[in-house]
Nanobody, 123 residues
Framework: QVQLVESGGGLVQAGGSLRLSCAAS????????MGWFRQAPGKEREFVTA????????YYADSVKGRFTISRDNAKNTVYLQMNSLKPEDTAVYYC????????????????WGQGTQVTVSS
């Protein structure tokens, strides 16, 4: 089992920045690929970004490429999402998730999920 707890969400004006954190506990964190997804009201959960177990590979949705950065610190069992140049369309609940394998963009590839943290971007 892996327990994931997100933090760092909040209200920010368009153009601002936020840094989300996801703290993991339980089974060996470094063995998992990690991802961030988001879900806006009335919409399906969508892939945002992912990082390999070593941190050597990162993946981004086109909508956030160049604005968001994922990173991880395996010594601290934590994955981060730095979000810059935020837009109102980035407003959503953000979830971190852990996977062993499979496609990085598919929700079904992820076995463990956090409870989510709300990000609201005002125009």
């Amino acid at each position: 089992q892996v327990q994931l707890v997100e933090s760092g969400g909040g209200l920010v004006q368009a153009g601002g920045s936020l840094r989300l954190s996801c703290a993991a506990s339980g089974r060996t964190f470094s063995g998992y690929g990690m991802g961030w997804f988001r879900q806006a009201p009335g919409k399906e959960r969508e892939f945002v970004t992912a990082i390999s177990w070593s941190g050597g590979m990162t993946y981004y949705a086109d909508s956030v490429k160049g604005r968001f950065t994922i990173s991880r610190d395996n010594a601290k069992n934590t994955v981060y999402l730095q979000m810059n140049s935020l837009k109102p369309e980035d407003t959503a609940v953000y979830y971190c998730a852990a996977r062993f394998g499979g496609s990085v963009t598919y929700t079904n590839s992820y076995a463990y999920w956090g409870q989510g943290t709300q990000v609201t971007v005002s125009s």
